[in-house]
C-alpha cells in the first residue's frame, strides 16, 4: 500500500502547484487551465483514497466528476472568449 | 505479488507522477498556451493511468466497469478541453511568450505578428 500513499503526496502536491497557478493568474485563461489541473488531481485523489479505505462508493464520484469537469471547462472557455471580443 | 498488483501500482506512480509534472508545468511555464499543453497531455494520460491502476488493484468488475468509463471519457474529452481553452485564450488575446518566433494565426486574429 506504500506506492498508493506516495501516489497521494504526490497529487497533493499537484494540487497545491495548481493553486499556485490560480492565485497567480495573470489571465483567465491560466485559471481555467490550473483549475483544471487542480481538479484531476482531487479525481485521482479520490479514486485513491477509495482504494485506500476499500470504499467502492466513492468510485462512482470519479466517472461523476470526470464528465463535470469536462463541462466545467467548456463553459469557462466560452466565459473566456466572450470576454475577449 | 502477483502481476496485477504489480502493474497496478506501476499505473498508479506514472499516473501520479505524470500529475504531479503537469502541476509542475502549470507553474514554470511561461504562457498560457504551453500551460494549457503540459496540463491537459499530462493530466488526460496521469489520471488514466491512476484510475486503470486503481480498476486492477480493486479487481470487482463494478469497478472495473465504472473506472473504465471514467478511463474513456477521460481519454476522449481531455483534448477537446485543452484545445477548447487554448482557441479561447488565443483569441481573447492573451499573450504569447517573448519568444514564440511562429504566430501563423496572428494575422487573421491579432492584425500582425506575435504580440
Known amino acids: ?85 | 505479488m502477483t502481476w496485477s498488483t504489480v502493474l497496478a501500482d506501476v499505473l498508479i506512480g506514472v499516473g501520479a507522477g505524470l500529475i504531479l509534472l503537469a502541476g509542475v508545468g502549470v507553474v514554470r511555464l511561461p504562457d498560457v498556451l504551453t500551460r494549457a499543453n503540459a496540463a491537459t497531455k499530462a493530466t488526460g494520460l496521469g489520471l488514466a493511468a491512476i484510475l486503470g491502476g486503481v480498476a486492477l488493484a480493486v479487481g470487482t468488475t463494478r469497478a472495473a466497469v465504472v473506472l473504465g468509463l471514467a478511463v474513456v471519457i477521460q481519454l476522449l474529452t481531455s483534448p477537446v478541453s485543452g484545445h477548447v481553452i487554448g482557441r479561447a485564450a488565443y483569441r481573447s488575446g492573451a499573450p504569447l511568450w517573448q519568444e514564440t518566433h511562429t504566430d501563423d494565426l496572428g494575422p487573421h486574429y491579432r492584425g500582425g505578428g506575435p504580440a
Open chain 1, 1 to 85: 500500500m506504500t506506492v498508493v500513499d506516495v501516489a497521494l503526496g504526490a497529487v497533493a502536491v499537484a494540487f497545491l502547484l495548481a493553486l499556485v497557478r490560480v492565485l497567480r493568474g495573470p489571465t483567465v485563461a491560466d485559471r481555467a487551465v490550473a483549475a483544471d489541473v487542480a481538479l484531476y488531481g482531487v479525481i485521482g485523489a479520490i479514486a485513491l483514497l477509495a482504494l485506500r479505505q476499500e470504499a467502492d462508493q466513492l468510485l462512482d464520484v470519479t466517472l461523476v466528476a470526470t464528465l463535470l469537469g469536462f463541462l466545467a471547462t467548456v463553459a469557462l472557455s466560452l466565459l473566456v472568449g466572450r470576454r475577449g471580443s
